[in-house]
């Protein structure tokens, strides 16, 4: 949208509230008016064709341009300030962004390059992306709708646009055949992957000053997008893979925004749509899958095991019972056996692997209290019995040698005089 031009002969000099002061462009829909409201602001009024006002289709679709520009975030899009009616022909006005349309700053002063190709073709396709943001399809997406203004580009005409719930949509071909998609052309409906189209043969204008799909008329224009590879001729090296992804025949295997805006920022290389999604997801298996094996780390090991002192895992088995309490049963009751398993604090068992028995120790210390103390009572036993052996009453006629090397005992037969034997073997 270039500057205001002088107002044409039966142009309005209000509408509602607002004073017409020119014109600043005249397109199929409606004429665009510059004026001001009650405060003096400047303010765009786009008002329909007498025409085309005649047509509920098209009022309706006239008339949701305001709903829709309104869903869509304010830094990259015209904001809607009113709409109305005046002599039964609809109206919007908007906020006016001061600058021209991409479409005549290339024509005026050549295609864009370098740093300045790139940040045209970011902020555009942050402003795509806010759009799709909102559930907006803009269908329409080309050189003569993209202002470009003081703080940046900005996008504008909604008028054909579609919501993405499928709750409005719009018959026949409207729109500007070089910037359409094939689907479009074909009568399908349109998704993001068309304004994603859209925006690489936009893109193609802006890089070499030429269209990606050239023809003296409609109808070879139309051919050329549905039927032929685009003229990439003077589209930087650096460009040329991503805007031939975008332009392909194929919906599906057009790159997303989010990914063309990733490849723009070199976060990541240039791919189709089904490309990136493969490729992803193989980073995200590579980069994010846990690589922490079950069994705890072999560092955690090291701690433990100076805390354990060399014989205290030997004592610690739960199979083999002490060996310190064989020799006398008196002297260690079997109630002190308990702090011998103790010897080995639990914390210092915990970080050891599974697979050794010291892991499986602190889990299972009930059992093992009651086989220390099985064994405890079994050895008990034993030495009660080998006790009674020793004492019994010899029986009459025999003579046997002492088993143990107690004091009072017997001595062997075979040095005892005839006297010492007759006290041993008679009861006392």
């Known amino acids: 949208m270039s500057g205001p031009g002088p107002p044409a002969a039966g142009d309005p000099e209000r509408i509602g509230d607002y004073r017409l002061t020119g014109v600043l462009g005249d397109g199929g829909q409606g004429v665009v008016h510059l004026g001001r409201d009650p405060s003096g602001r400047q303010v765009a009024v786009k008002l329909l064709h007498v025409r085309m006002a005649a047509d509920p289709k098209v009022r309706e679709r006239f008339m949701r341009e305001a709903e829709v520009t309104r869903r869509v975030a304010a830094f990259c899009a015209a904001q809607v300030l009113d709409m109305g009616i005046t002599g039964d022909r609809p109206y919007l006005v908007s906020e006016y962004i001061p600058g021209p349309s991409l479409k005549e700053l290339v024509t005026g002063d050549g295609p864009r390059t370098g740093s300045g190709l790139d940040r045209l073709a970011v902020a555009t396709l942050t402003a795509l992306a806010a759009i799709h943001r909102a559930g907006i ?130 976060e990541e290389t240039v791919t189709t749509h089904e490309e990136t999604a493969l490729t992803r997801e193989e980073t995200g298996t590579a980069d994010h899958r846990p690589r922490a094996p079950l069994p705890p780390p072999p560092g955690s090991r090291a701690p433990s095991s100076p805390a354990v002192p060399p ?92 088993p143990t090397g107690l004091s009072g005992s017997s001595a062997p037969p075979s040095t005892a005089p005839s006297g010492t034997s007759a006290p041993s073997s008679s009861p006392t």
């Not at 093992?368 to 008990?380: C, D, F, H, I, K």
């Open 137 to 266: 399809v803009h269908r329409d997406f080309k050189p003569d709708n993209v202002i470009m203004g003081p703080e940046g580009p900005v996008v504008i005409d909604f008028g054909i646009a579609r919501v993405l719930d499928g709750t409005t949509t719009s018959s026949g071909l409207v729109g500007t055949p070089a910037y359409l998609s094939p689907e479009q052309l074909d009568g399908h409906q349109a998704g993001t992957a068309s304004d994603v189209f859209s925006w690489a043969a936009t893109m193609v204008f802006a890089a070499t000053g030429h269209r990606a799909f050239p023809g003296d008329v409609a109808a070879a224009v139309m051919n050329a997008v549905s039927n032929r590879e685009p003229d990439l001729t003077g589209v930087p090296e650096r460009l040329r893979p991503l805007l031939a992804a975008c332009l392909a025949k194929d919906p599906a295997a057009r790159p997303a925004v989010s990914s063309l805006l990733a490849a723009l920022t070199h």
């Open 311 to 402: 014989g205290s895992r030997a004592t610690s088995s739960p199979v083999v019972p002490p060996a310190s309490p064989a020799p006398s049963p008196s002297a260690t009751p079997p109630a002190s056996r308990a702090p011998s398993s103790s010897a080995v604090p639990p914390a210092s068992l915990a970080p050891s692997p599974p697979v050794t028995p010291s892991a499986s120790h602190a889990p299972h210390r009930p059992a093992r209290r009651r086989l220390l103390a099985a064994g405890a009572v079994v050895t008990v036993l034993i030495l009660v019995a080998v006790a009674f052996q020793l004492w019994q009453p010899e029986l009459p006629g025999t003579s046997a040698p002492s």
